[in-house]
């Protein structure tokens, strides 16, 4: 499972990250990761102004647990929380990219979480939103070239090759999985702009139900 936690400060930049891409779930790993990177920073609890959370889409189980530490957080010390796109974070992997970043996670199911973002006076636009789909009805959608990231390119790289050919751009290794820091970055700006969410009313974003949310939606 993919995750990670980073500590940034507004006016020195970043000062931690430890990213994680262990079979283990998040609960068994997430308070150790984010003890250890204060100790790193040499920080204490009481000298974070906001916490940021990756809100999805993602794992649901993941983005349950992201967010339920960021709430139990916010709440154990008065601080706000701010909640950042999950795919959104993930393009600024690719900052001054020439073309269409796709981003894809794997959505199980044989489908992908995709978005797409372009660069554009040193931000990136959506120029297609979030959306649950199987891979190949996104990829004869699209013009190239276009570079792709994520674990849902990886997974489907084949099809995508198949139906883009050399348009297909593939990001390298180390590019191809978010990066906490990017969370982080994103965060910060929206906590400067006073973007703070409610906490009873945050919830992860999902875009599709979850098994267990069929199942009984079948029986209701």
Not at 91 to 100: E, G
Request: hydrophobic share 45%; with cysteine.
């Amino acid at each position: 499972m993919l995750g990670g936690v980073a500590v940034l400060d507004g006016e020195t930049g970043l000062v931690a990250e430890t990213r994680l891409n262990v079979k283990t779930t998040h609960s068994e790993r997430l308070m150790t990761v984010i003890d250890g990177v204060l100790k790193q920073s040499d920080w204490g609890i009481e000298a974070i102004d906001a916490f940021a959370v990756a809100i999805g889409p993602g794992s649901f189980t993941g983005l349950r647990i992201g967010l339920s530490a960021a709430k139990g957080l916010s709440f154990a010390t008065g601080k706000p929380i701010v909640t950042v796109p999950t795919l959104e974070a993930f393009a600024y992997n690719f900052p001054y990219c020439p073309w269409p970043v796709c981003l894809l996670l794997d959505a199980r199911k044989g489908e992908v979480y995709a978005a797409i973002f372009r660069w554009e006076d040193g931000t990136f636009l959506r120029a297609a939103e979030e959306a649950s789909l199987p891979a190949e009805v996104l990829v004869k959608s699209l013009e190239g070239p276009v570079l792709f990231a994520g674990e849902g390119a990886a997974l489907y790289r084949s099809v995508i090759e198949g139906v883009m050919k050399e348009r297909a751009v593939f990001a390298s290794a180390e590019k191809m999985v978010p990066s906490p820091a990017n969370v982080a970055a994103l965060g910060l700006a929206k906590a400067v702009r006073g973007e703070f969410e409610d906490l009873p009313s945050a919830v992860p974003f999902y875009i599709r139900k979850s098994e267990a949310e069929v199942k009984w939606s079948k029986r209701t």
